[in-house]
C-alpha cells in the first residue's frame, strides 16, 4: 500500500504564490509518474501538472507560466510552485502517484486534497 502526504494548501491573496508538498511512502518499487490535480464542487477533477521519469512535465494551459512542478526521486516527494495565484485557482488540490510497489503490481495513489483559496 502507498500512502500519500500533502502539505501546503491556505488562503492566499490574487498575485500570490503558494508551494504544495507531497510525500509518499510505502513499498514502493518505482514511481512512473506524479501530478497535481484539482476540484471544485459541481466540476470534474481536473489535470493541473505532472512529471514523469526522465523529467518530462505537462501542464494544463491555465497554469502554464505560473505553475511549477518538481519531484524529488530520492524522497519520492512531488512539489507545486504556484505564483501569481489568481480567484480561479481555488479549488481542493489533490497529489497523485503512479509506479510500482515492491512486488511488481502497479499501483495508483491519491493524497487526501489541501484547499486552495485565492481571494481577489
Known amino acids: 500500500q502507498v500512502h500519500l502526504v500533502e502539505s501546503g494548501g491556505g488562503l492566499v491573496q490574487s498575485g500570490g504564490s503558494l508551494r504544495l508538498s507531497c510525500a509518499a511512502s510505502?513499498?514502493?518499487?518505482?514511481?512512473?509518474?506524479m501530478g497535481w490535480y484539482r476540484q471544485t464542487p459541481g466540476k470534474q477533477r481536473e489535470l493541473v501538472a505532472s512529471?514523469?521519469?526522465?523529467?518530462?512535465?505537462n501542464y494544463a494551459d491555465s497554469v502554464k507560466g505560473r505553475f511549477t512542478i518538481s519531484r524529488d526521486n530520492a524522497k519520492n516527494t512531488v512539489s507545486l510552485q504556484m505564483n501569481s495565484l489568481k480567484p480561479e485557482d481555488t479549488a481542493v488540490y489533490y497529489c497523485?502517484?503512479?509506479?510500482?510497489?515492491?512486488?511488481?503490481?502497479?499501483?495508483?495513489?491519491w493524497g487526501q486534497g489541501t484547499q486552495v483559496t485565492v481571494s481577489s
Open positions: 510505502g513499498s514502493i518499487f518505482s514511481i512512473s509518474a
Open positions: 497523485n502517484v503512479v509506479g510500482t510497489i515492491a512486488t511488481m503490481s502497479k499501483f495508483e495513489s
Open positions: 512529471i514523469r521519469s526522465g523529467a518530462r512535465t
